[in-house]
């Protein structure tokens, strides 16, 4: 589905260029080894247990992939989804007397978060866009804030959602529809969504004109500023919903909640072919390299072939290796 | 070619150059020696840029010999070429932009003194450079803060500094006023009296019998001419070039430029560039917009459309009022610009054909989800209508040749259907075979009654294209020309702001 924004100067006709394989490979070698090593790799259990555990870094990835690919960045993501969950769970925590154990305060829960997502992604975007601060230094900002803002509002210790109405969320992580558990089909649906807009919509189209080159996006109609702002806000949305997912999973927030999630995010969208620098991007990559990521972690905690404190190296030299590949078939093209 | 009487100091023979199964360049002769100035000219695409490339060695020919001082060498790298005393000066400048003057002439060959660098020197030698090529930049000034014409001056003089045996220039006059021009002519004059074999293309012909003492003709990758200058004329070089008679270059004006007005403004004030514009335009006439590099031409253009803060008295589009404040706005009043900077401000060079044509008119090709079956389609028109010339619909942007580019630059803004065209150098640094086609284009859309403005530092441009020229000096316009009166004289004098009678002006312009 993305034969046309591969590299062009390809001699050959019938085979993608090592960008779109090169992922895909990898991915697939993975798989391999995991089940050669471990003949639980590929049960349904553990198969749910990765999608699941890849479902929070996945959603958060595909807003990174937008805002990436119209040449901005995000390092506050992992630092906002703490701050998200704490402030779900301390105003969920407070209704609780008022509104009972039932849906309504479960929905009123996921309102805070999207609205907080929302608020937080658009604080980020005005001050890149409209105050013109670099996005790096913004969201550097912006992460000690809501990390500090956290650990604030638990003073030090852990937030934790009343037992009860933890037992009753907690099926929004654990269950699902057709033995499929939620955070997997909200993760489907949010790569689908991403991955049609980012080709086929106009808005996908934007992103990537924005991050190429934003005077030749200005001179042709596009609102720059307007969409870099929504791909903030986007991203902010998004990390509201990977929250709505990840708070029921264990019921509390901490100042550890979320840590380095902007890194994993970023990593993966990097894995998947996005380009750093911005101008290109595609969702269907950061999906592979979200699952490249989680398949290392859960390869190495199944066997003990590498001890799984390697987990951070190993990922490390991906990470780097996949940019070197990229750069390869850039100087082919 | 075949009488050489003193070795060459930088020689091609039989030249092969492919990209992939396809070959650019058919064996190519060109030989630079001590102390000439040689013109190589051609056409966009023609393999003039492969050529320089291959003599510099920033790319590997595929076949042929490369002879430096008559001994065959072959340049791995820019590094190689350099050694030899190679010296190449792209279109594109080759500065660091966040380093200063002297920082950049130096760069990669910093003086010392012992451990630390020596400034004093490195300040005093970088003084006499600019001095030379009458610069006034500051040695400690940021190369992004210059003026275009100052980073050429800036590029010329770190080839000074480093005694090249020969030096390469690709369009230097390009981004240069005529007086700028002047001063590199003076400098190459020098150079060449020095020794240093000199290769230079440009678009400019006049150029060319001016300084050029040999010229190589190239073609469709081949050389299809190569003489003394002496032995060429101006006419011959095109027709060279072209491979036909181009004395035709203009179309034939309509006789009745249109009384029906398009847009009407009045007290156009885009702050810092521009004050007080006021003018009227018809439907069917191209009115031409002239001045000096730097008098607010673009800024007042591009104010106009929305692209940048403007206000304005009054303006009418069709006898209405309109107000514009974004681009937006100017599109869905049928207004649109044509920016005079294809490469940084008009197509996306990473990206192909099809989504740079469609980007400023998306909406058009589908509302919710983009219809890329209506792309390709707009597409195949437009490379039919446009007579775009690319090797492979996939390729990206940034191959096209500059003619292909600008080409494709005007396709893009056609999609947006516009009324009103206004064009900013629509042919800078483009062949004359492709200017030939822009100009019948442009005609043929006047005479379909759009309103066109082209803004021009051409004056033979303006001269054969224009219905009426407004002739623009800092930020104001300073009269305006119609019919017999656009003459170069007039528009030189109302741009440099002198009488009728005084004609100091033009000798310092041209």
């Known amino acids: 589905m993305t034969s046309e924004t591969t590299n062009s100067k390809q001699s050959g006709r019938a085979l993608p260029s090592m960008s779109v394989l090169g992922p895909i490979l990898a991915l697939v070698l993975l798989v391999v080894i995991g089940a050669l090593l471990n003949p639980n790799f590929l049960g349904a259990a553990n198969i749910t247990n990765v999608l699941a555990r890849s479902a929070f870094i996945g959603i958060i990835a595909v807003g990174m992939t937008f805002v990436i690919t119209a040449g901005g960045l995000d390092l506050s993501v992992g630092s906002m989804a703490a701050f998200i969950a704490g402030l779900m769970i301390l105003v969920m925590n407070a209704a609780l007397p008022s509104m009972g154990v039932g849906v309504p305060i479960i929905l009123l829960g996921m309102l805070v978060a999207i609205v907080a997502g929302i608020l937080a992604g658009l604080l980020n975007g005005f001050l890149i866009t409209t105050v013109g601060i670099e996005a790096f230094i913004v969201t550097l900002g912006s992460m000690g804030i809501y990390r500090s803002l956290v650990t604030w509002l638990a003073d030090g210790g852990t937030l934790s959602l009343d037992f009860g109405l933890r037992t009753f969320y907690r099926p929004v992580y654990f269950d699902g529809i057709l033995g499929i558990s939620w955070p997997i089909i909200v993760f489907a649906l949010v790569v689908i969504i991403g991955e049609i807009v980012m080709s086929r919509a106009r808005f996908g189209r934007h992103c990537a004109a924005t991050g190429s080159n934003e005077h030749v996006a200005h001179y042709s109609n596009v609102n720059v500023n307007r969409t870099r702002l929504i791909t903030y806000a986007l991203l902010g949305l998004l990390v509201g919903v990977a929250t709505i997912m990840y708070v029921p999973r264990l019921g509390s927030a901490s100042s550890s909640t979320g840590v380095l999630w902007e890194l994993e995010a970023i990593a993966a969208v990097i894995i998947g072919g996005t380009v750093l620098k911005g101008g290109f991007g595609r969702v269907w990559g950061t999906v592979i390299g979200v699952l490249i990521l989680s398949l290392i972690d859960n390869i190495l905690n199944l066997t003990d072939l590498v001890s799984p404190y390697l987990n951070g190296a190993i990922q490390g030299v991906i990470i780097i290796l996949a940019v070197i590949l990229q750069r390869e078939a850039k100087a082919k093209g | ?510």
Request: glycine share 10%; proline share 2%; aromatic share 4%.
């Open chain 2, 1 to 510: 070619m075949g009488e050489t009487v003193t070795t060459a100091t930088l020689e091609l023979r039989d030249i092969r150059k492919s990209f992939g199964p396809i070959e650019v360049l058919h064996g190519i002769d060109i030989a630079l020696r001590s102390g000439e100035v040689h013109a190589l000219i051609g056409e966009n695409g023609a393999g003039k840029s492969t050529t320089m490339k291959i003599l510099a060695g920033y790319q590997p020919a595929t076949s042929g010999q490369i002879l430096l001082d008559g001994k065959e060498v072959t340049f791995n790298s820019l590094h190689e070429g350099e050694e030899a005393g190679i010296v190449m000066i792209h279109q594109e400048f080759n500065l660091a932009e966040q380093l200063t003057v002297e920082q950049n002439i130096f760069l990669g060959r910093e003086l010392r003194k012992g451990w630390l660098l020596d400034k004093a020197e490195m300040r005093r030698l970088t003084r006499s450079y600019l001095d030379r090529v009458k610069c006034r930049a500051h040695p400690d000034t940021p190369v992004s803060k210059l003026s275009n014409s100052d980073k050429q001056m800036v590029e010329i003089a770190k080839a000074l500094s480093r005694d090249a045996r020969v030096v390469i220039m690709d369009e230097p006059t390009a981004v240069l006023t005529n007086r700028e021009a002047g001063i590199l002519f003076e400098q190459v004059r020098a150079m060449r009296e020095a020794g240093t074999a000199i290769l230079f293309t440009s678009h400019k012909l006049s150029e060319v019998a001016e300084i050029a003492d040999q010229v190589t003709v190239m073609r469709d990758g081949a050389v299809v001419r190569a003489c003394a200058a002496s032995d060429i004329t101006e006419d011959e070089m095109a027709t060279a070039m072209v491979g036909r008679d181009v004395s035709d270059l203009y179309p034939e004006h309509r006789k009745d430029a249109g009384s029906d007005l398009a847009l009407s403004v009045s007290g156009l004030d885009v702050p810092g560039f521009a004050q007080g514009i006021s003018f009227d335009l018809y439907r069917g006439e191209i009115f031409g917009i002239a001045g000096l590099i730097g008098s607010g031409r673009t800024e007042a253009m591009e104010g106009l459309c929305g692209l940048r803060p403007a206000t304005r008295d009054q303006m009418q589009i069709n006898g209405q009022d309109v107000s514009i404040r974004k681009p937006s706005d100017a599109l869905a009043q049928g207004l649109c610009y044509l920016t005079e900077d294809r490469k940084l401000r008009g197509l996306l060079l990473e990206r192909g054909m099809r989504e740079n044509l469609t980007l400023q008119a998306l909406p058009k090709f589908g509302t919710l989800l983009i219809d890329r079956s209506a792309e390709e389609k707009a597409l195949d028109q437009a490379i039919k209508d446009f007579d775009i010339r690319a090797g492979r619909r996939d390729v990206k942007v940034g191959n096209l040749s500059g003619g292909n580019q600008q080409k494709l630059l005007l396709a893009k803004v056609m999609q947006s259907e516009p009324k009103i065209l206004i064009v900013d150098e629509p042919t800078r640094g483009i062949d004359i075979g492709t200017k030939q086609q822009i100009y019948a284009f442009l005609r043929r859309l006047a005479d379909e009654g759009h309103a066109i403005i082209m803004v021009s530092s051409e004056m033979q441009e303006l001269i054969g294209m224009a219905d009426r020229v407004a002739v623009m000096r800092t930020g104001r316009i300073a009269g305006t020309l119609s019919g017999k009166d656009i003459t170069e004289d007039a528009i030189v004098r109302l741009a440099m702001g002198v009488g009728a009678t005084d004609y100091g002006a033009k000798k310092e312009l041209a």
